[in-house]
């Protein structure tokens, strides 16, 4: 049985609007650690979102599966999602102590593992949750959210604010989780410093599609994907390398599409300036 199969999958997040993500299919094997890379607004966060029920798709012939069950229909156990925006609930910002804190979300449970994760994540029991800074609330967040054993752990995002030690010892804490229990992880990230041995899947979004699907990871020359990134970076690329071509690739492929008349961005030189006095102060205003 596939750890996270989707089939067929389409969405907007409002009717009417260009759907953010578009005939997605994914299928990934139990064991196997998959990062998303992709530029800003290329759909990962949307479909980690959707993975862990937490978006309704409504598509016909949308079959969306996490350990076999159907994310909208079934209780999903075993399934962690951490996100940035946890980081805002004013829960956590209130003038409570770590320890209560952790208790309180059932740390209890968890001993061990809690009490690993808070060596690993040099996470301070005494710590006011309202007197802290973001990186720190970061961190009582990944002991609350990894303490409970997971079988499939979407992660969107979530080492941005940890210090590089403190990532580090993290990314090998997951990795070995996941060898030992052979758990599952979907990882979107935009820092791919020091995480060349942790995926052994990585996959690149544009646009809301999926335009490399899981390709193994270091590349192998028995899949075709991965044929295609060595034969562009050489042998052995590093994850850093893999994600910036396909980042310059999205980039290359956006601008064809603005010469074909897509909306452009950055700024607007070529827009002609009003130069009387009247409308003087318009051309520092894109909104005019
Ligand atoms: N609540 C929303 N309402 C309407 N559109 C949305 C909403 N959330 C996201 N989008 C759009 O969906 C698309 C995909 O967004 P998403 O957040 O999934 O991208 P992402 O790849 O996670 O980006 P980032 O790397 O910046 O986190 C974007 O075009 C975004 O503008």
């Known amino acids: 049985m596939s750890a996270i199969s989707v089939k067929n999958l389409t969405y ?14 994914l299928d990934l094997p139990p064991g196997s650690r998959t990062i998303l890379i992709g530029a800003n607004g290329a759909g990962k966060s949307t479909l980690l979102q959707i993975l862990a029920g937490k978006r309704l798709v409504s598509a016909p012939g949308a079959d969306i599966r996490v350990q ?13 999602f951490l996100g940035t925006e946890w980081a805002m609930n004013p829960v956590v910002r209130g003038d409570i102590v770590v ?15 809690r009490d ?8 301070d029991l005494d710590w006011h949750m309202h007197q802290i800074s ?30 590089v030690l403190v990532r580090d010892d993290l ?25 060349n041995n942790f995926p052994t899947h990585i996959a690149h979004m544009r646009f809301g599609k999926m335009v490399t699907p899981p390709t193994s990871w270091p590349p192998s020359a028995s899949d075709a994907h991965a044929v295609d990134i060595t034969s562009k970076l050489g042998p052995n690329p590093l994850l850093y390398h ?3 071509q396909w980042l310059k690739e999205d980039r290359e492929h956006r601008r064809e599409l603005e010469a074909q008349g897509r909306k452009t961005r950055g700024a607007r ?6 130069s009387d006095s009247e409308t003087f102060y318009r051309k520092y205003d894109y909104s005019h």
Do not use: C
């Not at 059932?106 to 001993?111: F, L, P």
């Not at 030189?269 to 009003?274: M, Q, S």
């Open 68 to 80: 076999g069950k159907d994310v909208f229909r079934e209780y999903l156990h075993g399934v962690t």
């Open 242 to 244: 893999t994600a910036l």
């Open 99 to 113: 320890a209560s804190f952790l208790d309180s979300v059932g740390g209890w449970r968890y001993k061990e593992r």
């Open 134 to 163: 973001d990186g720190e609330r970061r961190r009582v967040q990944l002991v609350m959210g990894l303490m409970q054993p997971w079988d499939v752990l979407l992660l969107d995002e979530v080492t941005v604010d940890l210090d």
């Open 171 to 195: 990314l090998s804490f997951l990795q070995a989780d996941s060898e030992k229990r052979n758990a599952t992880i979907i990882y979107a990230t935009h820092i791919y410093d020091g995480l």
């Open 12 to 25: 907007s997040h409002k009717p009417g609007i260009s759907p953010s993500l578009t005939d997605i299919d």
């Open 269 to 274: 030189r070529n827009e002609t300036v009003p």
């Open 116 to 123: 690993e994760l808070l060596d690993i994540l040099d996470v």
